[in-house]
C-alpha cells in the first residue's frame, strides 16, 4: 500500500499537465462529463465508484443493452472491437489505454492497487462460477497479468487463471515485472480497444 501511494503520488505529479491537456481533449471532442464514473466491485466484494476519463458518448451505458448480441468475449465480460458508442477520441484513450490514468485516484482512495485483477463490473460478478470469485481476494488494479499477457484476445476464463496465477504468486518482484510490461503493451496498444 505504501508503494502505491508513493508511486501514484508521484504519477499524479508528473502527469497533472498532461491529464489536463487529456480532460480538456475529451470535453471539446463531444459532450457530456470529462470523467466517467462506473460502480465496480472491489477486493471482498465491497463497492466502489471507479473513475476513467469518457471515451463514449454520453448515454452509452443505457445502449449497452441492444449491443449484447455483438459481445466479442465469452464469459460475464462485454468488449466489442468496433463499438459505435466510443467517440474519435475515445478510441484513441482507449487503445492508449489514457482512459485509465484517472484511476490513479481510485489507488490513493484505497480502492485499487497499481497492479492486481481488472475491476469487475457488478453485473459480471452475478454471472461468475464459484472460481472466478477468488480474483475479487485482493485489490483490483489498473494493470495486470493479464492485460499483459493478451488483453482483449484472451477468453474470460484466461483472464481469471492469469488473476488466481498473479493472487497465489505475488511478490513485489511480480508486481514490478507487470509495471515494466506494461509500458510497451500501453505504446503498442496490442489487444486494446
Not at 480538456?24 to 471482498?44: E, N, P, T
Not at 458518448?57 to 466489442?80: I, Q, S, T, W, Y
Not at 474470460?156 to 487463471?161: A, K, W
Not at 488473476?163 to 505475488?170: A, F, H
Request: hydrophobic content about 45%.
Amino acid at each position: 500500500r505504501v508503494v502505491d501511494v508513493a508511486d501514484t503520488l508521484i504519477a499524479l505529479i508528473l502527469l497533472f499537465p498532461f491529464l489536463l491537456l487529456i480532460a480538456l481533449v475529451v470535453r471539446l471532442d463531444s459532450a457530456g462529463a470529462v470523467l466517467f464514473r462506473q460502480i465496480r466491485v472491489g477486493k471482498d466484494q465491497r463497492l466502489f465508484a471507479c473513475y476513467k476519463f469518457r471515451s463514449m458518448r454520453e448515454g452509452a451505458e443505457e445502449e449497452k443493452a441492444e449491443l449484447l448480441d455483438r459481445n466479442e468475449v465469452e464469459g460475464p465480460v462485454f468488449k466489442m472491437r468496433d463499438d459505435p458508442r466510443i467517440t474519435p477520441v475515445g478510441r484513441f484513450l482507449r487503445r492508449s489505454s489514457l482512459d485509465e490514468l484517472p484511476q490513479l485516484l481510485n489507488v490513493l482512495m484505497g480502492h485499487m492497487s497499481l497492479v492486481g485483477p481488472r475491476p469487475a463490473i457488478p453485473s459480471e460478478v452475478q454471472r461468475y462460477q464459484p472460481w472466478h470469485k477468488r480474483r475479487l481476494d485482493v485489490a483490483p488494479g489498473i494493470t495486470g497479468l493479464w492485460q499483459v499477457s493478451g488483453r482483449s484476445q484472451l477468453t474470460f476464463d484466461e483472464m481469471v487463471l492469469l488473476d488466481l496465477y498473479y493472487i497465489e504468486n505475488w511478490s513485489p518482484v511480480l508486481d514490478l515485472q507487470i509495471l515494466l510490461r506494461t509500458l510497451p503493451q500501453v505504446l503498442l496498444g496490442e489487444g486494446a480497444y
